[in-house]
Structure formats: structure tokens, C-alpha cells
């Protein structure tokens, strides 16, 4: 099992930004997609970006412009530059990661973002 250790949450004001790490470790096994979802209480957990293994990126419309994904392969890091950052961006942030060849998903534990008004 592959266990993925988040860092980066914070509080920040309406406009700033925070850079959001997840390192992946635990497994000999190649990491495929990896990615940022984020859940606020009562509602349904939502993809904000994700990343192939050859750098392709998708992004959820709301996110597009200001977040920017990326990874370390050789680190079996990701990355999530928040910018421009507004109050309806506070949630909890997952990282999540597929490996191996039965493309088995980890998930992180999460790290909270807040963004004051």
C-alpha cells in the first residue's frame, strides 16, 4: 500500500496563494495518474486537478487559470500551486495516486486550506 504524506494547507487572505505537496512512498511499483481532490462537509468530494505520469493535466473549471498540477517523477512527489485564491476554495484537500499495473488508488489523509475574506 502506498502511503502519500500531504503539506501546505494553511490559512491564507482572498488573493494569496499556497503550494500544496504530496509525497508518495511505499511501493516499487510505477505511480500512474496522481491528483487533487478537495471536500467540504456535506458535500460530495470533487477533482480539482490531476496529472498523467507524461505531464498531460486536467483541471475542474473553477480551478482553471489559478491552480497549476505538477510532478517529480523521481521524487513520486505532486504539486498544487494555488493562486489567486478565494474564500470558496477552503475545503479539505486529498492527494490520490494510481500505481501498478491493476491501477490501485491511495488516498492521502488530507490538509485543510482555508481562505479568509
Known amino acids: 500500500q502506498v502511503q502519500l504524506v500531504e503539506s501546505g494547507g494553511g490559512l491564507v487572505q482572498a488573493g494569496g496563494s499556497l503550494r500544496l505537496s504530496c509525497a508518495a512512498s511505499g511501493t516499487r511499483l510505477s505511480i500512474n495518474g496522481m491528483g487533487w481532490y478537495r471536500q467540504t462537509l456535506g458535500n460530495e468530494r470533487e477533482l480539482v486537478a490531476d496529472i498523467t505520469r507524461g505531464g498531460s493535466t486536467n483541471y475542474a473549471d473553477s480551478v482553471r487559470g489559478r491552480f497549476t498540477i505538477s510532478r517529480d517523477n523521481a521524487k513520486n512527489t505532486v504539486y498544487l500551486q494555488m493562486n489567486s485564491l478565494k474564500p470558496e476554495d477552503s475545503s479539505v484537500y486529498y492527494c490520490?495516486?494510481?500505481?501498478?499495473?491493476?491501477?490501485?488508488?491511495?488516498w492521502g489523509r488530507g490538509t485543510q486550506v482555508t481562505v479568509s475574506s
Open positions: 490520490k495516486v494510481e500505481y501498478g499495473s491493476w491501477r490501485t488508488n491511495s
